[in-house]
T-cell receptor
């Protein structure tokens, strides 16, 4: 079945460091790909998405490019801030399914130190 | 606009009791999803409902779990005869139409169920 694998956390960075969180997926169809962020004690918020190969999603300085050849959707940010500390989830939605039925990775906790 | 409201935020039940989790979607949203997050894991889809209909319950355990989204009132996730393995965070999400058409999911802050 479809699945999402993320790099394990926690990831600890200093402020202004470069961030990469790896995400790879397995899907039989042509999925849409998402990154969600969960701040402590809160629900998930959509950070960015891409719906087809080579699309780049971006938001709040974060970017991710849908790479069909490597089945990847790595999250990057050039300069992280303390306020970016959160758990980040990569997810996919198979177009054969209802769009809200997301398959999530296990999450990667990011801690940014001043 | 109020977001997705879930209550209670924290729920403690003893083994064998019933747990009822409530979710009020964003006003005007007619699609509701329930997800479960076990410790150290990602969210797992449980059930997708539209008003008065269960559309997809492929992620729901076959026994003890049920969900509804009545014409009036919140969506309810009900767990009968809870066991320790039911301890998790349960998240509700809503959207105004099929998210695959472009509308993202709006998540609530979750209900953290602890079974003692």
């Amino acid at each position: 079945g479809d699945s999402v694998t993320q790099m394990e956390g926690p990831v600890t960075l200093s402020e202004e460091a470069f961030l990469t969180i790896n995400c790879t997926y397995t899907a039989t169809g042509y999925p849409s790909l998402f990154w969600y962020v969960q701040y402590p004690g809160e629900g998930l918020q959509l950070l960015l998405k891409a719906t087809k190969a080579d699309d780049k999603g971006s938001n709040k300085g974060f970017e991710a490019t849908y790479r069909k050849e490597t089945t990847s959707f790595h999250l990057e940010k050039g300069s992280v801030q303390v306020s970016d500390s959160a758990v980040y989830f990569c997810a996919l939605s198979d177009r054969g399914n209802q769009g809200g039925k997301l398959i999530f990775g296990q999450g990667t906790e990011l801690s940014v130190k001043p | 606009n109020a977001g997705v409201m879930q209550n209670p935020r924290h729920l403690v039940r003893r083994r064998g009791q019933e747990a009822r989790l409530r979710c009020s979607p964003v006003k005007g949203h007619s699609h509701v999803y329930w997800y479960r997050q076990l410790p150290e894991e990602g969210l797992k889809f449980m059930v997708y409902l539209q008003k008065e209909n269960i559309i997809d319950e492929s992620g729901m355990p076959k026994e003890r779990f049920s969900a509804e989204f009545p014409k009036e009132g919140p969506s309810i996730l009900r767990i009968q005869q809870v066991v320790r393995g039911d301890s998790a965070a349960y998240f509700c999400a809503s959207s105004p139409w099929d998210p695959q058409l472009g509308s993202p999911l709006h998540f609530g802050n979750g209900t953290r169920l602890t079974v003692t």
